[in-house]
């Protein structure tokens, strides 16, 4: 039975590009940062063989984690990017935000792909955008009108 949301992890490519990104232009903050240093365990857990993986844990206001992880013994080749919104499994990681022109335009100035301005729901009650995190990733962005 499900009590809380622990935490999302998110593999990339490079974790220090997307390191720049998440906490440079989203501002998250670092909780921990590591190899994984006990390959039998990890072996076992990803049930990938001679894995070697780094991750990185960002905190995210309201009690939750970001897990960024890249396999430096396993990386994937030919990854699609930006991943396409109907794209099977995870589509999404949402994340509500002050402010949304405001970080819109940061996303532009830092070269993140956006796929519009920030809409305003048809019901008035929230600014929604969809970007794109350096490995394509869709992170759906939500500012919260006050009506």
Excluded: W
């Amino acid at each position: 039975m499900i009590i809380a949301a622990r935490h999302t992890g998110l593999v990339v490519e490079d974790i220090d590009t997307s390191l720049g990104f998440y906490q440079g232009v989203l501002g998250l903050k670092m909780f921990k940062r590591a190899f994984e240093d006990d390959p039998d365990y990890i072996e076992e857990l990803v049930g990938i063989h001679g894995v070697k993986l780094e991750y990185a844990k960002l905190h995210v206001p309201g009690g939750t984690l970001l897990e960024l992880l890249q396999y430096h013994s396993h990386p994937q080749q030919n990854l699609r990017k930006p991943y396409p919104s109907n794209r099977h499994g995870c589509s999404h990681i949402a994340f509500t935000v002050e402010n949304i022109d405001i970080l819109y335009s940061k996303l532009v100035e830092a070269g993140i792909r956006c796929n519009s301005q920030p809409l305003c729901s048809p019901d008035g009650r929230v600014k929604v955008l969809y970007a794109h995190d350096p490995d394509g990733i869709i992170l759906e962005l939500v500012e919260e009108l006050e009506g």
